[in-house]
Structures are given as structure tokens and as C-alpha cells.
């Protein structure tokens, strides 16, 4: 197979530039896709025919071969599938949950932070191809060159933070100061790259064209095709780059950002700030901030079923029997509990909205579990034992 496609280049390069704008993103797949099922696979299909299955489908859908209406939707949906099967971890929340447990997201509670994330179906592909390397990579099968990164506008990488939280801050919220380390816009060169004071001069390897042309070797066969200029990236000219960003236009820079987590957060949250990522390339947008929440353990408290907490109190066997009142530790103080007569070991008491606060929602609490330990003595005084002998006695 041996294609002549001079427009196929022009054709990718725009397409390239849609994907990076859309980088970052999360794919969005129809709801209760069967990924075994989108694969043709078994569901005790193992790596090798995992591979084999996405290798050909992959192949037949890729946009670049198949032009046919919803293929790239398919190829897209593919790629998901066989990214989630692939992987041990997020397969093992998909056969549980399924697709929605991969979205999880914020306040999710599967603890699978960041497993909504699919990664760019082409780089999936590129890497799985091994295209990558010298000639810009796969060219034209919508991988991006380095050079193509360089001069284009690009949105920034989204910016992971995490951050650790006392288990009351988690329950009803707090206001938190962030230290991010990012990427900023040079102020030296003001993002452009290129060293003040000098002028661009037009590029020796394609004259000032921008591109040359190259046989490209991929996995659907040879592409004869227009490529961008690797030393220019395209625009057809070379500058001096900026010396204090190497001419990328962005720097490391730590900047302070005030954040209000939000009442009942709990460990595994995710908490998105928008444009606080990094910085995009060549005036390209921002990427996001992702803020992971990991909340401290309270000796006392634990939490359940995300809003409700459960304690112990322990009492000794009089008590239980005649009942009592106890102080119970909540996240509102400390409570008194009345233990009804006759409480039996082991009875599990509700203190109703002492719970957590729901995520999204506060006005909704979830409620106090307090279980019932009773102690009994294993020693005890004549008098005592004369006091339980007599109880004795009327047992029956
Ligand atoms: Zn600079």
C-alpha cells in the first residue's frame, strides 16, 4: 500500500490542531458502553488478545483510513475501551462499577482519582504503534511533532495538587492557601519565546515554505506526504529563543491560590479549579488545577457510606441494665446520649444528622452510628459477688 497524498498533510495538521484543543479534556463516551463487547474480547480476555483486538479494530477505524461517517467516533471509543482494559487497576473499578465508577470524579468515593481521565485516543494509538521518534512521529496518522508543539498555540497541562486535610476541615469545608508549582508566561519575552531585540529570519532547512516533503513509514503503510518543517515548525522562520524560557514562552513559577473546599469532601475527592494549570503555549489557553483531597484520620470517628460516621462507648453491665447517660464525641461536640434499659452488647444507637454534610448538598447530614460495648468484670469484690448471687437467685 502505497498512498500519494499531498493534501493528507494540510488535512492532518488541522486536525492535529483540534486535538490539542481539545487536550486535557475528558472523552466523553456514551453511557454503559460494553467495553468487552466494543473490543470483541471475552471477559477473561487476557493481555495478548486484549492487544490483538484493539490492534485491528484500531486499525480499521483510525479516521485517516476510514472515512466512513462515525468511524472516528468509533476509533475514539476504542481507544478508551482497550486504555480502561489495559490497565489493572482501572479495569478492576470498570468490571465493578462500570463506566460510571471510571467517572467517578469528584466525591466518586471509589477512591479512583483521576480514573475519568482517558488519555488522547491518537497518542494512545502512536504509543501503542511505536511511531514516535525522528520524523515527527506518525506524520500524518494525527500524532503531533515537537516542532508542531513549539510554534502552535497549545492548551497547558492540567496541574496536579495534593492536598491533605484534618478530618472536621473535610466534614463541614475550609478556605485553603495553595503553593502550586506551574508554568507562567515568561515575563521576559511576555510568552513569545523569542529574544528581545532580534528579528526572525527565514528558515534554511524548507526556505521559508514551512514543509517539506517526506516519506512517512506507518502501520497502514508508506505515506508519501507534506510535512511540517521540523526546524521551524511550520512558520517558516527561525528566531532566537528567549534565554531565560529556552524559547518555550513559559517558566516555573509558584503562585498562591486560595481554595474553598467544599463540606464533605472526603479522601479521593477531586477538586477541579479552572485555568489555574499550567500555562498555554504561544497565548493557548490554560490547563486546570486538580486538587486531591487526602483527609487525616480522627482517632474516634470514622466515616461510612461517605456521610455517616460511626463511634464505640463503652459501658460497664450495670449501666446497661439499668441504662444510662453517656457523653458521646460528635463532630459537633460532645453529646449526650441516653442508653436506653435493658441495652444489649453490641446495639448499635443513632444520633440522627450528627453525621457528614453531603458533598454538593449540605443541608442534607447523614447520621451518628454509636455501637454499645458492655464490659463485664472478670474480678469482683465478696461484696459484689454476694450483690450478683443475690440477683442470681431470682433468675428463672
Ligand atoms: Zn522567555
Not at 187 to 208: F, I, Y
Not at 253 to 279: F, W
Amino acid at each position: 500500500m502505497n498512498k500519494n497524498q499531498n493534501t493528507g498533510g494540510r488535512r492532518s495538521a488541522q486536525q492535529n490542531l483540534k486535538l490539542k484543543n481539545k487536550r486535557g479534556q475528558t472523552l466523553i463516551v456514551k453511557a454503559g458502553t460494553d467495553y468487552y463487547e466494543l473490543l470483541g474480547v471475552s471477559r477473561s480476555a487476557d493481555t495478548k488478545e486484549l492487544k490483538k483486538a484493539y490492534r485491528s479494530l484500531a486499525r480499521k477505524y483510525h479516521p485517516d483510513v476510514n472515512k466512513e461517517p462515525g468511524a472516528e467516533d468509533k476509533f475514539k471509543e476504542i481507544s478508551n475501551a482497550y486504555e480502561v482494559l489495559s490497565d489493572d487497576q482501572k479495569k478492576a473499578i470498570y468490571d465493578q462499577y462500570g463506566e460510571a465508577g471510571l467517572k467517578g470524579g469528584m466525591g466518586g468515593g471509589y477512591g479512583g482519582a483521576g480514573m475519568g481521565d482517558f488519555t488522547n485516543p491518537f497518542d494512545l494509538f502512536e504509543s501503542f504503534f511505536g511511531g514516535g521518534g525522528g520524523m515527527g512521529g506518525m506524520g500524518g496518522m494525527g500524532g503531533r511533532s515537537s516542532a508542531q508543539s513549539r510554534n502552535r498555540p497549545t492548551q497547558g497541562d492540567d496541574e496536579r495538587f495534593d492536598l491533605e486535610i484534618d478530618f472536621l476541615e473535610a466534614v463541614f469545608g475550609c478556605e485553603k492557601e495553595l503553593d502550586v508549582m506551574r508554568l507562567e508566561d515568561c515575563d521576559t519575552c511576555s510568552g513569545s519565546g523569542v529574544k528581545a531585540g532580534t528579528r526572525p529570519s527565514t528558515c534554511g532547512t524548507c526556505g521559508g515554505q514551512g514543509q517539506v516533503i517526506a516519506t512517512v513509514r506507518t502501520p497502514l503503510g508508506n505515506f508519501q506526504q507534506v510535512t511540517t518543517c521540523q526546524a521551524c515548525g511550520g512558520n517558516g522562520q527561525t528566531s532566537t529563543p528567549c534565554p531565560k524560557c529556552g524559547g518555550d514562552g513559559r517558566v516555573r513559577k509558584s503562585k498562591r491560590i486560595s481554595l474553598r473546599v467544599p463540606a464533605g469532601v472526603d479522601s479521593g475527592s477531586r477538586l477541579r479549579v479552572r485555568s489555574e494549570g499550567n500555562a498555554g503555549r504561544k497565548g493557548g489557553p490554560p490547563g486546570d488545577l486538580y486538587v486531591f483531597i487526602a483527609v487525616r484520620e480522627d482517632p474516634d470517628l470514622k466515616r461510612f457510606e461517605s456521610i455517616n460516621i460511626s463511634t464505640t462507648v463503652t459501658i460497664p453491665y450495670t449501666k446497661a441494665i439499668l441504662g444510662t447517660t453517656v457523653k458521646v464525641r460528635t463532630v459537633d461536640g460532645t453529646v449526650d446520649l441516653k442508653i436506653p434499659t435493658g441495652v444489649q452488647p453490641g446495639a448499635t444507637l443513632l444520633m440522627a444528622k450528627r453525621g457528614v454534610p453531603k458533598l454538593g448538598n449540605p443541608n442534607v447530614r447523614g447520621d451518628q452510628y454509636v455501637k454499645v460495648k458492655v464490659t463485664i468484670p472478670n474480678k469482683i469484690s465478696n461484696e459484689e459477688k454476694a450483690l450478683v448471687e443475690e440477683l442470681d437467685k431470682n433468675q428463672k
